[in-house]
């Protein structure tokens, strides 16, 4: 009998914001595939005997081709396996998961998703930044700062609804992509925000304008992984504050 696989979302980084859900299914998969974002502490909720198989595409690992991955996850569950997939934040904000669910589909495996913290929500919110606020802006748009070609964002565009920018990937890209912003009419002092490693103990975040920003993040030594926010809610952020209650509980 087919086993089945759990594309799960492990939450920003801080191991807390997991879900109960997500911990459940890790306490009984045989299988965890993990990405590279994710915490390894999570790891802590497996069975003794899970087999972990880190499929990661940074720190220095030669990266997992996404075809190879999604072969293995259709092979465990074929052996009736119960396979959790490990993602980073949501499973289908930027991860891959989009692809993931429709070849499992595709290869006839039951798949259940399990949503989980997004960090372009969860890093700006540990700044007391609402990415929505009324006042501010009518909504928010998350986009990729590295999108695929013939794929392009039409950043002029975005720059005209107001909403607030949540880019994802964004850092490599963020000269090009400041200079469309501008271009589009995007005003040269709005508010603008970059976190790394956000929720996380070694987090790093710095304020600027969106003009200032790649200058500020170079100077600061910030890099990826990283949200990058744009839009009139980024002055909300309380840096001071927030790098002072770190130190306190450090
Ligand atoms: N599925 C993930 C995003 C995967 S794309 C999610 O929902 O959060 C990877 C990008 O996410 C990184 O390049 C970075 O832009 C962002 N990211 C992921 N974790 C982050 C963190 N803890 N702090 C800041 N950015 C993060």
Redesign the pocket.
């Known amino acids: 009998m087919n086993g089945s696989v759990y594309l799960i ?1 492990a ?3 801080d191991p807390e914001l997991i879900t109960l859900k997500a911990v459940r299914i890790l306490q009984t998969a045989d299988v965890v595939l993990i ?1 590279d ?1 994710v915490n390894p502490q999570l790891l802590g909720h497996t069975r003794a005997d899970a087999r972990i198989i880190p499929v990661g595409k940074r720190g220095g690992c030669r990266s997992t081709p996404q075809a190879f991955i999604q072969r293995q996850m259709i092979q465990e569950a074929r052996n009736g396996n119960i396979v959790a997939r490990l ?9 891959r ?1 989009g692809e993931e669910i429709v070849a499992l589909r595709e290869a006839g495996i039951a798949v259940e998703v399990v949503s ?5 929500i ?2 700006p919110a540990t700044l007391g930044v609402p990415v929505t606020h009324r006042d501010w802006a009518p909504g928010v748009t998350f986009i ?3 999108s695929r070609e013939g794929n392009e964002v039409n950043w002029a565009a975005l720059a005209a609804t107001r909403t607030t920018l949540v ?5 490599k890209n963020l000269p090009d992509i400041v200079g469309k912003l501008l271009a589009g009419g995007l005003a040269e002092d709005t508010p603008a925000l970059a ?6 103990a070694q ?1 790093r975040e710095v304020k600027a304008t969106v003009a200032t920003l790649h200058a500020a993040m170079t100077a600061a030594g910030i890099g ?5 926010v744009i839009g009139a809610v980024a002055d909300l952020a309380q840096i001071a504050a927030h790098t002072e209650s770190v130190a306190k509980a450090a």
Do not use: C, E, N, R
Request: hydrophobic fraction near 35%.
């Open positions: 979302g939450g920003p980084g990405d974002l993602k980073g934040g949501d499973p289908f904000m930027f991860g998961g989980g913290i997004t960090a372009g969860a890093a990729t700062g590295h880019i994802y990937m964004g850092v976190v790394q490693s956000g929720t996380l987090q990826s992984p990283a949200i990058v």
